[in-house]
């Protein structure tokens, strides 16, 4: 079965520092791994994706998230934070091969210290 | 593009009735998945719609239940409504056969049941 795990439910950063929402996932075949921000009141909105291809992968908003097969991770960085970035991050794999659903992880709660 | 809408924003329900949740995909999508989320068990999927025809089913129980229609729009009905019930219920809507696997969410139905 898939799965994803966020091992921190809030990650606090100040402003302008480089900030890191981890994530890690366990799939059988290969890994579509996604983000979403969730802003209060609102849907989840897409962030990237890794499908296949640079472990690197650039999105929205200045934020990239570095795919490691070795370490079954895909963390979320983007190097300087806004405090307009505060907001839920939700790590996400495709439910299976054939699938089109999703399975999320539990959810991280950014907070971006001015 | 017109983003996926969802209608209505804001429900609020008595146990024991039943409630339907309206979802209109992005213009070209045929795909419309549900999700549920709670503060407890996260974001969960409900199932997936794909030119009318149910393709897949997370693990709720039969008071829920959904359709969707030739114009790919998709409705999400409970009954019997349950305290447990209230949540933020979210669809999503994405364009099978590009390989974008991308799925872009409405700002979802908050129900509430008293």
């Known amino acids: 079965a898939q799965s994803v795990a966020q091992p921190e439910d809030q990650v606090n950063v100040a402003e302008g520092n480089p900030l890191t929402v981890k994530c890690t996932y366990s799939?059988?075949?290969?890994?579509?791994l996604f983000w979403y921000v969730q802003y209060p009141n609102r849907g989840l909105q897409f962030l990237l994706k890794y499908i296949t291809g640079d472990n690197l992968v650039k999105g929205s908003y200045g934020f990239e998230a570095e795919f490691n097969k070795s370490q079954t991770s895909f963390h979320l960085k983007k190097p300087s934070a806004l405090v307009s970035d505060s907001a839920l991050y939700f790590c996400a794999v495709r439910d299976g091969a054939g699938a089109n659903n999703l399975f999320f992880g539990t959810g991280t709660r950014l907070t971006v210290i001015p | 593009k017109a983003g996926v809408t969802q209608t209505p924003r804001y429900l609020i329900k008595t146990r024991g009735q039943q409630v339907t949740l309206s979802c209109s995909p992005i213009s070209g999508h045929r795909s419309v998945s549900w999700y549920q989320q709670t503060p407890g068990q996260g974001l969960q999927f409900l199932f997936e719609?794909?030119?009318?025809?149910?393709?897949n089913k997370g693990n709720f129980p039969g008071r829920f239940s959904g359709r969707q229609f030739s114009n790919s729009r998709s409705e999400m009905n409970v009954s019997t409504l349950e305290l447990g019930d209230s949540a933020l219920y979210l669809c999503?809507?994405?364009?099978?056969?590009?390989?974008?696997?991308?799925?872009?969410f409405g700002p979802g139905t908050r129900l509430t049941v008293t």
């Open positions: 719609y794909f030119s009318e025809t149910q393709r």
């Open positions: 999503a809507s994405s364009f099978i056969g590009d390989s974008s696997y991308e799925q872009y």
């Open positions: 799939v059988s075949g290969n890994p579509y």
